[in-house]
């Protein structure tokens, strides 16, 4: 059966890469002694699939994941055991039955928002924003390739936050497949350094 | 002043994303312990003086984790040290060196346990040291300071760190770190100097407190002898072993990042009956002690439950030797089946045999099969002590060649004592029959990967009177073989002399080389095993400006009286037995394992009342059926 998992991805986990994260989710279900599906072949794979990368150092409560089981249990039973194999890091929000042809994930995902705390905050930041959201388009280059980041803006405002928790930008920006915007792009299009941030991803958008 | 964990904490938040593999810096795994600093009395401090990546994968200080933790009243954290990116940001934002489960800095700790595996570690503990803030010399250390111990196969000559190391563990440390902790406990209570903390420590089984022993010298700078210093002082230190090997730990720490052995440990067996001569873990690790099979299919089931892993490893010096080793191949086979496991069974011997025990392991065909025949010549062997017959080793590969896999790989090593160019150009020989053999099975898909690493005569080993290669040696030795198998189908792999040599100073130097590695430390020297960052010139300056020539350590052989620097340790194998292994070899005599037959080596009377008390096959070596014994002296 294949099951979808909505999770999040917390503080303890933040610097856990991709693949890395991948394999922490293989390690979950066999501590569950939930019997994952492998691929064939000479070297089996489990198969395990994640909605949309999320870069090193981003913390989220809305990661996806699709995992096909060999066999067919109820839903209730799979939480049962899953829930206290989770490390640190890991906390399920929702699961589900998903149909077995239904489409991969990362075909699926078209966008993303995030909110991007700022540990020190530009004087002059809603002039940034005003000078960045006003351009046709931002020009950068990542990996020897040039691309215009602008359109993959969907969404920027700054936002002060209620208490004395530190202000923040929410953002939603692509994440269609070979068309990503990317946050710490964006803090680097404000002049702001990345590690001056905190960065949680809230929500993905396209998933059925 | 000592930075607070918040502090630690807020000043991470800031460099973490901006350096390589921050998951190596933040702890917080699946598995980890963290414990209440305030309401536990001992706090020790664990340290692998290597990135984390590293260090993780030593099962020596998990072990030492899950033994202290287990305990109400002391608690263990760990250390790695940082990658060079991460160094320098912690210097530049005074970060000091911190305790992954609570970043307390170690300065605050009550103890620091240094892992020493191999020698190459040493200024990297020297350079954690400062990164604590901790004083480097021992003799600069007050009572608000951390008890500095270090353990693992190097500190069996622990002399060269005798400087920085306040006491040595010299053995095994499952019951001796208990008897540590307490006796530190005892010693804050009281609140006497800390020579009295050293004193009460060299009373334990199995530790060496430097300070208590003082060598003198030859004027040609060999040893004259060693003084104990204090009337208490044990002459010679004997290492400690446990009788029993202990339920092996099942819940290790499962990384968030890949580590150099992500998997499952299960020590099967410690030790090993073949007697190699050049083999240090051979020599220092004897008694052989077995775990049951049973045990260890439940120490790995329960390891499985908790960590998850895909992995395991089956470790031991020999796995063909240990006892059980079919049985065990198939109770892991019949209760792991279906699982998606790999099982991995290093060390086997060379023997069609090991390929019917790997062939059993389905999913374990990962990798390449690893041989390790060590020499070409039959002359070689017999001096070595691993005689395996040319013809037996090609059957060998021919068979792993027709049993599915495509790579084999073959270690050799280069330097043994009196060998000639000829024995070097045999290696070349057997490495292209080898291949050749696999050729005829599965044509070009035949690979071959010799892996020829150089000789070192480590102490208390039955070649630690022997020379060592000089570097023009060891680089016309690998000359020869990189000019003849140059073929696309080898990919031969060696060690650079130099680091070569800076091992073999390390493991055979006095005192003196503190100096040394104090000197090479403050020139920069540190990542020693890293071949991108090893400094030779830097260890070069350290032994000109300690006066010191390095080829005293190295290329000298010693005359068969001569007192070496770790004689006041003692491995519980006799000098006499070394001795007379040592003129085999130079007769080309060999002893095959002694579970067939006893050689004396110095074990059973050494520890005859351990053994009466736990006869039966846990050990290898054979019953005392007496009740009464003498204790030889050595």
Not at chain 1, 12 to 24: C, E, I, N, P, W
Not at chain 2, 211 to 229: A, F, K, N, Q, V
Not at chain 2, 575 to 604: F, H, N, P, V, W
Request: charged share 25%; hydrophobic share 40%.
């Amino acid at each position: 059966m294949r099951i979808r998992i909505t999770f999040s991805k917390t503080e303890a986990m933040r610097y856990t890469g991709h693949l890395d994260l991948h394999r922490t989710w293989e390690r979950t279900f066999r501590r569950a002694a939930l019997p994952l599906a492998y691929s064939q072949g000479f070297h089996p794979q489990p198969r395990l699939n994640l909605a949309c990368a999320l870069p090193l150092g981003f913390t989220s409560h809305c990661e996806v994941l699709d995992a096909w089981l060999e066999i067919d249990l109820p839903l209730a039973e799979i939480e049962a055991q899953l829930s206290p194999a989770l490390p640190p890091g890991l906390v399920l929000q929702s699961m589900a039955q998903v149909d077995n042809h239904a489409p991969a994930l990362q075909t699926q995902v078209q966008s993303a928002d995030y909110t991007v705390s700022l540990l020190d905050t530009p004087a002059d930041l809603q002039s940034r924003l005003d000078t960045l959201l006003s351009s046709t388009n931002i020009l950068r280059e990542r990996r020897g390739k040039s691309y215009d980041l602008r359109p993959l803006i969907e969404h920027l405002e700054y936002a002060l936050a209620a208490s004395d928790a530190p202000p923040c930008l929410l953002t939603r920006l692509a994440a269609r497949e070979g068309a990503t915007g990317r946050p710490e792009e964006l803090l680097a299009a404000l002049g702001i350094p990345f590690e001056n941030t905190r960065i949680h991803r809230t929500r993905l958008y396209g998933i059925e | 002043m000592v930075l607070t964990p918040e502090e630690i904490y807020l000043r991470l938040e800031r460099i973490l994303p901006t350096v390589q593999k921050p998951g190596r810096y933040t702890g917080g795994e699946l598995n980890q312990v963290v414990k209440d600093w305030q309401s536990t009395p001992t706090h020790l401090a664990l340290l692998f003086p290597d990135i984390y990546d590293i260090g993780m994968s030593n099962l020596g200080l998990a072990v030492l984790y899950d033994q202290v933790n287990q305990r109400p009243d002391a608690l263990a954290e760990r250390a790695y040290l940082p990658w060079i990116d991460m160094e320098a940001a912690m210097r530049q934002a005074d970060i000091p060196l911190y305790s992954l489960e609570t970043r307390h800095s170690l300065a605050e700790f009550d103890i620091l346990g240094i892992s020493l595996p191999y020698e190459t570690l040493y200024t990297n503990a020297l350079n954690a040291l400062h990164l604590a803030g901790i004083p480097l010399f021992a003799a600069e250390r007050h009572n608000s300071h951390p008890l500095v111990i270090a353990g693992g196969h190097t500190t069996f000559n622990p002399e060269p760190m005798h400087a920085f190391i306040d006491a040595f563990v010299i053995g095994e440390g499952e019951e001796v770190i208990h008897e540590i902790i307490h006796a530190h406990q005892v010693w804050k209570q009281s609140q006497l100097p800390r020579t009295e903390l050293l004193r009460s420590l060299s009373k334990i089984w199995g530790v060496y407190v430097p300070t208590l022993y003082e060598p003198h010298y030859l004027p040609d700078g060999t040893i004259e002898r060693i003084e104990p210093l204090d009337d208490n002082a044990p002459r010679p230190v004997l290492k400690r072993i446990v009788p029993v090997l202990p339920p092996a730990p099942t819940r290790f720490i499962v990384p968030y990042i890949d580590t150099v052995h992500n998997r499952v440990p299960v020590e099967i067996m410690r030790g090993c009956t073949r007697g190699c001569r050049f083999c240090h873990a051979g020599m220092i690790n004897r008694p052989v002690r077995q775990r049951g099979v049973e045990e260890v299919v439940n120490a790995i089931e329960a390891a499985l439950q908790h960590t998850g892993y895909e992995e395991i490893g089956l470790l031991s010096l020999s796995s063909s030797d240990y006892t059980h080793i079919v049985e065990l191949v198939k109770a892991v086979g019949q209760r792991f089946a279906g699982k998606h496991l790999a099982v991995s069974l290093p060390s086997l011997r060379i023997e069609t045999f090991s390929i019917e025990l790997m062939d059993a392991l389905r999913d374990s065909r990962r990798g390449g099969f690893t041989l390790a025949p060590e020499a070409a010549s039959e002359r070689m062997r017999a001096i070595i002590n691993k005689p395996v017959s040319t013809e037996q080793l090609l059957e060998t590969a021919r068979q792993v060649y027709s049993r599915g896999w495509t790579t084999l790989k073959l270690y050799f090593m280069i330097g043994h004592p009196s060998e000639t160019i000829e024995d070097v150009q045999a290696i070349a020989d057997l490495c292209k029959a080898v291949l050749a053999e696999g050729r005829k099975v599965i044509g070009r898909r035949a690979r071959l990967n010799p892996g020829v690493s150089t000789f070192i005569p480590k102490p208390h080993t039955p070649f630690q009177w022997v020379s060592c290669d000089t570097i023009e040696q060891i680089q016309a030795k690998q000359a020869l073989l990189k000019r003849e198998l140059r073929d696309r189908d080898i990919k031969l792999t060696w060690t650079n002399p130099q680091e070569t040599m800076l091992e073999a100073w390390l493991s055979r130097g006095d005192r003196r080389m503190a100096q040394v590695i104090y000197r090479a430390w403050q020139k920069g020297a540190k990542l020693d095993a890293w071949q991108e960052h090893f400094n030779y010139p830097a260890w070069q300056e350290a032994f000109a400006e300690a006066g010191l020539d390095p080829a005293f350590y190295t290329h000298r052989s010693r005359p068969i009286d001569e007192v070496f620097p770790w004689e006041h340790i003692s491995t519980g194998v006799h000098r006499k037995y070394l001795t007379e292994d040592y003129l085999m070899s130079l007769s080309g005599e060999t002893r095959i394992d002694c579970r067939q037959q006893c050689y004396a080596c110095g074990i059973l009377p050494t520890f005859t009342d351990m053994r009466r008390q736990h006869p039966g096959e846990v050990w290898q070596c054979p019953e005392v059926k007496t009740q009464k014994v003498t204790v030889i002296q050595e």
